[in-house]
């Protein structure tokens, strides 16, 4: 069974139209299928969102996180891949401690560990974007809910007074 | 100098070369300074269409005011087209980051683009050719995020603009 459609066995058929809709779901090949599953089904789970407009943003979140983590995935395997190299040239040399080999790991792969931070942050820039919008379409129905509540009950207490008037 | 008989030559044969004659053979000449098709509007694309009128029927229903479906259409085009970005950056990039960055030397005989918008895919060893190097990685990288900024900004006020089209509608 591929990631999608495991994908559609974990969400509900309501979300997974709706993801459907929003343009194909991609994943790289080579990901981890069932781990991006389970964290899509994690997600939608823990916010259920009624509107279509917020799950527009939280598709954003949930693939802007998952690019996220896998680039630090890979920055953790590139570094620990050199140091095992390292180790496997000279196994008996007395600086082949944890610290030491991660060190010379590092300094020897700068400029890709450096393009993975990159795309670390600027995938951290549109996924702060995303939550900010979220925040702001959020506030602004907090606020439309606030303004429709004030509206009504003032209406009330104006009816009440008008009604204790007549009596 | 060039003899007169080797002018008329040249010329003669250049006649000859015009390019493609047969649709099959222009439609691959039309497709040559092509590299992933993203600078080109989804419009371009024939199946978007449906898939954007999809989108804009679920964001507003049947029955929208000129101004939603105005906003609701420019908030389904930008959402697919960060859609189509989003699966071509997986494409060229991801397989090079998840195996550990271990980048393979840029052959250009086998350059040719590894993400078609018909979604048929190369195969992932002339995806990872393409990338190449750490300072190729790091182009296409810059160019996806550009793509995908534009088009995150394009969604964002068009989301806006349907969210005030509701409220006054």
């Known amino acids: 069974m591929n990631w999608l459609d495991k994908l559609r066995q974990v969400l509900a058929p309501e979300d997974m139209r709706m993801f459907d809709l929003l343009g194909p779901p991609s994943l790289a090949s080579g990901a981890d299928g069932e781990r991006y599953c389970r964290f899509v089904e994690a997600i939608v789970r823990s916010v259920s969102p009624d509107d279509l407009g917020d799950l527009i943003y939280l598709r954003d979140l949930i693939e802007l996180e998952w690019d996220i983590m896998q680039y630090r995935s890979a920055k953790v395997t590139l570094i620990s891949d050199q140091a095992n190299k390292f180790w496997n040239v000279d196994p008996d040399s007395s600086t082949n401690d944890a610290a030491t080999l991660s060190a010379r790991a590092i300094t020897n792969n700068v400029p890709k560990l450096r393009q993975l931070d990159l795309m670390i942050e600027s995938s951290e820039i549109r996924r702060d974007r995303a939550y900010r919008e979220l925040e702001r379409r959020r506030a602004h129905l907090a606020k439309r809910l606030r303004d429709a509540v004030d509206r009504h009950s003032g209406a009330e207490i104006a009816n009440d007074q008008h009604m204790h008037r007549a009596a | ?169």
């Open chain 2, 1 to 169: 100098m060039t003899s007169p008989r080797k002018i008329e030559a040249n010329r003669r044969n250049a006649r000859a070369s015009t390019g493609p004659k047969t649709k099959e053979g222009k439609a691959r000449s039309a497709r040559n300074a092509r590299r992933h098709g993203l600078a080109a509007s989804i419009l371009s694309e024939p199946q978007a269409a449906e898939g954007i009128a999809t989108l804009t029927r679920a964001l507003v229903g049947e029955n929208p005011t000129a101004q939603q479906h105005g906003a609701a259409t420019r908030v389904a085009e930008a959402q697919l087209d960060i859609a189509r970005i989003r699966q071509a950056r997986n494409t060229f990039i991801s397989p090079v980051v998840l195996d550990g960055v271990r980048f393979v030397s840029l052959e250009k005989t086998e350059r040719r683009p590894a993400w078609q918008p018909d979604g048929r895919q190369d195969t992932f060893t002339t995806t990872q050719k393409l990338v190449g190097s750490v300072a190729a990685l790091a182009k296409t990288s810059k160019a996806f995020d550009r793509y995908e900024r534009r088009a995150l900004s394009r969604r964002k006020f068009a989301i806006r603009n349907l969210d005030a089209a509701k409220e006054s509608g």
